[in-house]
């Protein structure tokens, strides 16, 4: 059973930082390419990043040059390390993978900045 667990949401002041981790599990993670996403009320779930299994990486142009996506095979982890946030960065991340020809997510978690 594939399992993708995201930790690291919470509450931070415009300018902050965070970091996401997304803990898969029932995959060969080390073939996987993996993303991130986030959806706001009433708006449709977007690309923030993904990373291919060779470590390729593509971000939305809003958070170019403030967000990284990483992963660490040895521990099945997909990271999302957010800097400079604002807080139209306002939203519920989900991790995301496309295994075997299923789409699988996470749970998601919030991520709320303050002005």
């Known amino acids: 059973q594939v399992q993708l667990v995201e930790s690291g949401g919470g509450l931070v002041q415009a300018g902050g930082s965070l970091r996401l981790s997304c803990a898969a599990s029932g995959i060969i993670f080390s073939i996987a390419a993996m993303g991130w996403y986030r959806q706001g009320p009433g708006k449709q779930r977007e690309l923030v990043a993904i990373i291919a299994s060779g470590g390729g990486t593509n971000y939305a142009d809003s958070v170019k040059g403030r967000f990284t996506i990483s992963r660490d095979n040895a521990k099945n982890t997909v990271y999302l390390q957010m800097n400079s946030l604002k807080p139209e960065d306002t939203d519920v991340y989900y991790c995301?993978?496309?295994?075997?020809?299923?789409?699988?997510w996470g749970q998601g978690t919030q991520v709320t900045v303050s002005s």
């Open positions: 995301n993978t496309i295994y075997r020809s299923y789409v699988y």
